[in-house]
C-alpha cells in the first residue's frame, strides 16, 4: 500500500492521501512513515499509545494463549446447550469492539474528506470490518488493489484454523449459527468461527464467499491479469467488480526488463561472474519464517536446494525474502558456489536463463520476462493454482529434481500460451500504476 501511495505521487499531486497506521507497524516504520508527505490520520493515537504497543503486543499474546488452553481444557462442553452462553459472549466481545473502534474511527475521520478507502481485502475482520463499515456509512468507494497474491479456498483449507462442521450433539448456537452459514461451509469447514461470523453479521459487512476475496461490501477487486479475472468469476465474483489492471511490482520489473543487457554486464562485473555461464536464480522459500516447516526441516531442505543448483556448476544466485534474516543465510555462500544477491528480485530478475521458486506470485514475474520457472513442491502442499501455465516445470521428487535441472536449463521453453493467460500484452507495459491513477480519477 505505501508503494502505491509512493509511486501515485510520483506522477501526479492531485490525490490527498491518507494513512490508518497500526501502532506495531508505526514503531517499525515510523521514519519512512514520517520522511514522506502521506497523512496519518490517528497520528494522535500513536504518540499516545505507540510506546507501550510492543508490551501489548506481548501481553495480548500471551492472553491469546492462556485462552487457548482454556478452550481445548473445556472443549467437551461445545457439544452442550451450556456452551451457548459462552459462544454467544465471545460473539458480543468481538461485536462491541468493532463498535467501539467504529466510534472512534468516525471521530478521526470527522476532519478528513475521504473518497475512497484502500483496503487489503473485505473479509478478514477486524479494523478492516470497521473501515468497510465506515465507507458504507460515508458513501465513500472501496479498492481492494493487487498487491500480493490473494489466498484462496485451496491454501486457506489447508493452514487456515476454521471451525469444523458439528453433525450431532451440537448446542443450540452452533446449529443456529450452520444453517444460517450454510453458504460458507468448503469440504466440512466455516471460514470463520461461529462468534466471529455472528458478530460481523451484526455489524453488516459479512462477506458472501469470504473463501474469495471480493465478496464482501467492496466495490472494485483488481487483479494482474485475465485469467485470474475468470477464474475469480467462475468462483462467484461478481465479474463487474473485477479490473484487469496488472501488479504494481510489473512497473519495476518492465523497466528492467527493457535494459536487461545492461543489467546483465553490471551483474557480471559486481559479483566477478563468468559470462559463459548461465544464470540461475532461486528465491528460496519461508519454510520457517512462516511456520510451514520446524527449523530443523528447514534448513534440511534450504541446503538441498541450494546443493541441487550447486551440482549443475553454473551461477548460483540466491534471492532472499525480506523476511528472511541475511545473517542466517551468509553460511551457504562459504560451503556452496553461490552468492546471495542484495538487490531486490525485481531488479535482477529478467536476467536470468532460469528461476527457481515455491508457489508465488513471482512465478508470474518470471515467465512475463520469458525466463524459464520451475516451482518446487517437496512440502506436500500440492496447489494447483499455476496448473494453468504450461510453461513451467512443477517438481516434487527429491530424487528427479537435478536432473529436471539439467533439462531445464537446456531446453527450450515456449512462452505464448502464458503470455496470453497473464495479459503480457495488456499489462506488461510499465504503466500499470497510471492504471490505477484513471481508477482512481474515474470513481471520485
Known amino acids: 500500500m505505501f508503494t502505491l501511495a509512493k509511486n501515485i505521487h510520483k506522477i501526479t499531486n492531485e490525490f490527498k492521501i491518507s494513512f490508518y497506521v497500526r501502532s506495531d507497524v508505526y514503531i517499525e516504520y515510523k521514519n519512512d512513515l514520517n520522511k514522506n508527505k502521506f497523512i496519518i490520520i490517528n497520528e494522535s ?18 492472553l491469546l494463549s492462556a485462552k487457548s488452553k482454556l478452550l481445548r481444557f473445556l472443549k467437551f462442553s461445545n457439544f452442550t446447550n451450556l456452551f451457548s452462553y459462552k459462544l454467544k459472549q465471545k460473539e458480543d466481545i468481538i461485536y462491541e469492539d468493532l463498535v467501539r473502534n467504529y466510534q472512534h474511527l468516525r471521530e478521526l475521520l470527522n476532519n478528513h474528506l475521504i473518497n475512497i478507502f484502500l483496503l487489503g481485502g473485505d473479509r478478514n475482520g477486524g479494523l478492516e470490518s470497521v473501515f468497510l463499515k465506515l465507507a458504507k456509512d460515508l458513501g465513500c468507494k472501496v479498492i481492494i488493489p493487487y498487491v500480493s497474491y490473494f489466498a484462496e479456498q485451496e491454501s486457506l483449507l489447508k493452514f487456515s484454523k476454521t471451525t469444523k462442521k458439528k453433525f450431532y450433539f451440537s448446542c443450540n448456537y452452533i446449529k443456529n449459527s450452520e444453517k444460517k452459514f450454510r453458504s460458507h461451509i468448503r469440504e466440512n469447514n466455516y471460514y470463520y468461527p461461529h462468534p466471529v461470523a455472528n458478530a460481523t453479521d451484526r455489524f ?31 468462483n462467484g465474483n461478481d465479474p463487474k467488480k473485477i479490473k484487469s489492471i496488472g501488479d504494481i511490482s510489473y512497473d519495476n520489473l518492465y523497466k528492467n526488463y527493457k535494459k536487461k543487457d545492461e543489467l546483465k554486464d553490471e551483474l557480471l562485473k559486481k559479483y566477478n561472474l563468468d559470462k559463459n555461464k548461465k544464470i540461475i536464480i532461486t ?35 540466491i534471492s532472499l525474502h525480506p523476511k528472511m534474516n541475511f545473517d542466517n543465510y551468509k553460511y551457504l555462500q562459504a560451503k556452496y558456489n553461490c552468492m546471495i544477491i542484495d538487490e531486490s528480485l525485481s531488479t535482477f530478475l529478467p536476467v536470468a536463463d532460469m528461476f527457481i521458486a515455491t508457489f508465488s506470485s513471482t512465478v508470474f514475474w518470471s515467465i512475463l520476462c520469458g525466463v524459464k520457472t520451475v516451482i518446487v513442491d517437496f512440502y506436500c502442499f500440492n496447489y494447483s493454482f ?12 527429491k530424487n528427479v529434481f537435478e536432473k529436471k535441472l539439467r533439462i531445464a536449463i537446456q531446453k527450450d521453453f515456449n512462452f505464448t500460451k502464458d503470455w496470453k493467460s497473464l495479459s503480457r500484452g495488456k499489462v506488461f507495459d510499465g504503466n500499470t500504476i497510471y492504471r490505477y491513477v484513471e481508477l482512481f480519477r474515474s470513481i471520485s
Open 283 to 317: 528465491a528460496l522459500p519461508q519454510l520457517a519464517e512462516h511456520n510451514l516447516l520446524s527449523w530443523k526441516e528447514h534448513w534440511k531442505e534450504i541446503n538441498f536446494l541450494v546443493g541441487s543448483v550447486d551440482s549443475l556448476q553454473e551461477i548460483n544466485l
Open 45 to 62: 493515537d500513536l504518540v499516545h499509545k505507540g510506546k507501550f504497543s510492543k508490551f501489548g503486543k506481548l501481553w495480548n499474546n500471551y
Open 204 to 234: 453488516g459487512v459479512l462477506s458472501d464467499n469470504p473463501w474469495f476475496v471480493g465478496n464482501g461490501p467492496s466495490d472494485i477487486l483488481c487483479l494482474p491479469n485475465s485469467y485470474l479475472k475468470e477464474h475469480y468469476i467462475r
Open 386 to 397: 499455476f496448473n494453468f501455465l504450461t510453461s513451467v516445470v512443477k517438481v516434487n521428487d
